[in-house]
């Protein structure tokens, strides 16, 4: 089966499926040109397959096509940001990023 990552924004989620199947989700909410990412989660039963990595790349790289900043509410999105500054880092704003635990720059 495929796997897909879609914005559903009559649930304000992205949601990643595994054919028809729902995988797991990543709960959002939108003000003015702020996206705050504020839950993920994958269903049991697609644990341990990197869905939820997949996820939320994929809506961190949607958010930038889109032009809106990040407020990673999220723990998960935090870490995913964390761990890869130089790819997201820059989608929250600097002024914010102390407040979720973030680097004020990607450099090492």
Excluded: K, W
């Excluded at 495929?2 to 028809?20: F, K, L, M, P, Q």
């Excluded at 998960?76 to 002024?95: F, H, K």
Aim: glycine content about 10%; overall charge neutral; proline content about 5%.
């Amino acid at each position: 089966m495929s796997i897909g990552v879609r914005d559903n924004t009559a649930e304000n989620r992205y949601e990643i499926h595994d054919g028809e199947r729902l995988a797991g989700f990543c709960a959002y909410e939108i003000t003015g040109g702020r996206i705050a990412l504020t839950h993920t989660e994958t269903l049991p039963e697609f644990a341990g397959r990197g869905m939820a990595r997949r996820l939320v790349t994929a809506a961190l790289d949607d958010v930038r096509r889109r032009g809106l900043v990040v407020l990673p509410f999220c723990s998960y999105v935090r870490e995913v940001v964390e761990r890869d500054p130089g790819a997201y880092l820059d989608l929250v704003p600097e002024q914010a990023r102390e407040r979720f635990g973030l680097p004020r720059t990607g450099a090492a």
